[in-house]
């Protein structure tokens, strides 16, 4: 399938901003089931200086310098993207869950795809002893990694309140879980603290829903805005596969990959900071078109 | 000299007396090695010999030098904090030093210098290739595991070449009689500058002591370090910052302490910005380059933009200029990781693959959890061992930062800890429980053994790594010293590497060749000047109120002049307090509570006590920057305000002592501080806040209608009635005296004097616009002074020395928007908000 993706994000700041850097992380994979086929990004005002990098995951990052005196910053970043993946059935066999872990442990490689980065807590997953109890009972001993994590799914799907109102990016994930609501975001938080209290490696996601669902079929939560769910590595046979706890779906045809990182701040879309003022507004548009 | 054998022999008896009496009780703890007493039961010999001189000293001696080193270290200010306290802690120093004998120290030496060098070499691969880790030699979990593997600087090049560029390892003596480390330090090692400032004491306090034992001087190592970091930059010349955290941190003093030693400024994150591809620091002469940045901020806090978004301790941007090769950072950000215990096991077998040697300090015997054998093995017999976390400080799942001891915990932890291991061995150790061994320490006209911890601290240079003759001795009540942090009952030592030969004196002094001589003492950040301004002004703002409180004091006490001083005029005196916080109101039936009130009350801002607190804490910021003599002045002055007086004449002698200490002080500043930019801040701070208050006096004692007594008033309070009597045979007049406080600009008191002073410290101050026009302090200031010295006491009413009051207030909001980092050019940045 073939996507056309808008994404525009705005500022509108209460006094002038003489002075923004910012790290723009916009541009969708290519990798495993997904192909970039163009991108482009218009920003205003015009930044004195735009450089681009891969960071450590491999994530096309733009920094931006902005030194023209401005109310509104605009960031418009338009993408072409084809999308053929195929997840695993719900209940296919996968290695015991305890196997996973040991490898893990066990890894030679510090790479981005390496497991080894994603068992560890993270700046905004902290490993914590009751959310590491709650999920224990989907990984029964000798389980296998993909029927546990689709359970795990599944009861954070049934447990959790979608709430869009309830949380900001700062709520920590204890009173997330604690309250049992929140957005997509922490969702898969809450999803990977657990896994990652069991040694398991969860990686965190961000991307893009199509917009208008298949006929017949919901509407899915999140699909206005920039999306985010979780990637478990399910062993050298499965690799990395996607789960979102959002929706409890394993991802497929429907969802695009923007960047993987161990929890958001490592893949925030728009990031940065401003010399000016302190009261922001900020709107965030977000488009996923079906071509073909 | 003849004499002197006799002399000698004659006080052995006695000193020997006293010395069995000290040692008599002195006993090796069980299974414990100990300093002074050696493995043969005998006393060591560095130790005798140290003994020898020391019982020479008589009782009464020894315990006046005590308490001289004491008292030093008081009046010098040298304090530490507490983990999550937020008062200063004075130093605890152990009186006796930690003696090590030049022999031992030549193998700690050469063991440490490996060490670091293994290091160096560790970190070039593991971020760059991670060679070590593809193939086997170090798992990838004891390298991911640590907050301090910086993901953001994998594969960039160090500016200056290297990762590290100041260790230190925490050593003790195991009971094998060899140095053991206990922990590593390769993010940024404390406790050198602490080093520096015990030095300093002990061997004032003991100086003959000190120079008969032939100690090493540690002086040359901190030239080395100074000059290899200096020659890490890509000029001559180069500017070299110590970013602190800021006042608030537990090592400030510290950090103080080595910036002013070691010639650095002293600078915190929002001092410095990114400009190009380099760091620069805010001066109150624009931006500046910075070449190179000695860290005490943790890696993580450096970048918001990169690294941890809600650090405001950082540089936005710093991480992208270390891409750029812009600024050496030492250590350079990610050296942390080497401080994980999950790596110890590793270590001799990378030494041999990376060095071609083996490795000479030996650990604590380490088992890291998240190896299959090595977990069971701790499993197994689980109460044998020190538990302690693979990476950081705490133990995961454990509140307290010390190490755990499973064999001590209550059953339900012990399974709770046993459970954690093995879902998630990956970030817990074992250690063996090893004792290390104590040293002496002097407790009530006795010595004792104590265990203790040594961090020694290595520097890089280009000829290899040095390491500083001495260290860091922290030494603990408790028999396990290998968690001593500085908090309860622990105190810290000096440590004296010993000589037999006589060693040679140094100091921080280069030679002639390498210094180009140079006056002006290099750039003003702006938050230093701010700061300097605010000293000024808090000063002198302290100085009127106790003039006003010796005024409302002397009128009430003393009948004949009180008789002279209208009531009027003391309410006057006691609405100025009023406004100025002071005090809460005027009262007419009980002055004496209004002027107690003012000197000392604890609640009102504007009270002589809190201006001189407000004194003291700005100028802890710029403790690189003041004398040891002016900050044990204000050490004083605080103190002795403090303590409760209550009556009448002790309040007026209070308010007189610190006035004649803010003299002094006053003094120092003029005589003393180089006149470089910095000194234009205090001064200008002062000026302008004398300006505004004498202004203030006038306008209140010398009104349209004033009389005598209200004349005389304002004369005490701006300290004009020797000049007044001397210059006019007649009592008070108005134009007079309004001439003398504020027009005469030959009276060091007026406000014209106060007005051509601060014009010719902006007028000496670097301009910051391109575009040629006279700047807006400036033109405030000269407006000012023309006003002033065309202006005619006769027409200086009321209205206009309100007018000039304000034209003054504003002239000070100038200075301080125009210079300062709260100024319109150099906001503290803000975060971008929500999720984008």
Redesign the interface.
Known sequence: MIYDIRHV?T?AYESPVS?????LRLEPRTDDGQQLISHAVEIRPRPAERTV?R???GTHTE?VLIETAHRNLRIDSRSRVSVARLAPGRAAPSPPWERIR?V???????GPA?P??Y??AS?LVP?L?PL?AYAAPSFAPGGGILMGAVDLMRRIRGDFRYDSKAT??STPLKEVFEKRHG?C?DFAHVMIAGLR???LPAAYVSGYLRTVPPAGQPRLQGAD??HAWVSVWCGAELGWVGFDPTNDLLVENDHIVLSIGRD??DV???????????K?K?N?AVDVLLVE | MSGQGNNQESKARPGQRRMAQWTRDYARLPGTPDEYIGPDGAPRAAWTRFFDAFSALSAGDIERRFASADRHLREAGVTYRAPGETADRLWPLSHLPLIIDEADWQQLTTGIAQRAQLFEMILRDLYGEARLVSDGAVPAAAIAGSNEYLRAVCGVKPPGNRYLHFYAADVGRGPDGRWWVLNDRTQAPSGAGYALENRLVLSRAFSNLYKSMNVERVAPFFEAFRDSLRASADRDEPRIGLLTPGAFSETYFEHATLARYLGFLLVEGDDLAVSGDRIHIRTVAGLKRLDVLLRRVDSNFLDPLELDASSHLGVPGLIDVLRKDGVVVANMPGSGVLEARALLGFLPSLCHRLLGETLIMPHIATWWCGQKSAREEVLSRLEDFVIEGAYGRAVPGFSSHAPVLAGELPPADRDRLRQAITDRGIDYVGQELVRLSTTPVWEEGRITPRPFVLRVFAAATPQGWTIMPGGFCRIAEKADARAVSMGDGVRSADVWVVSDKAVASATLLPGADTVRIRRIAGVVPSRAADNLFWLGRYLERAEATLRLIRALGTSTRDPAKGASTALHSVERIQRILVTWDATSQATRTNPARVIAEALQSEEKFGSALSLVRSVQRTASSLRERLSPDAWQIITEMVERLALQVDDDDSIVSAAELTLQELASLAGLAQENMNRAAGWRFLDMGRRAERAINTARFARQFAYDEAGEDDLDVLLTLVDCQITYRSRYLVGPALAPVRDLAVLDPYNPRSVAFQVAALNDHIAALPSLKEHGLIERPQRLAVALQATLTTAEAATLDVKTLFALEQDLLNLADAIGLHYFPHGPNASRPEKLTGLA
């Not at chain 1, 893990?104 to 510090?110: D, I, K, M, N, V």
């Not at chain 1, 925030?268 to 302190?278: H, L, T």
């Open positions: 994000t500022y002075f923004a850097r910012c790290s990098r960071d450590f995951f920094s040991d893990a442990f066990e890894a030679t490689s510090l390496s080894v980065g068992v560890f700046s490993v002893a590491t900001v990016i957005v975001q209290g069991l040694g805005a920039s958001f701040s925030s879309p728009v990031d940065g900071i401003i010399v000016g003022s302190p922001q900020l965030v």
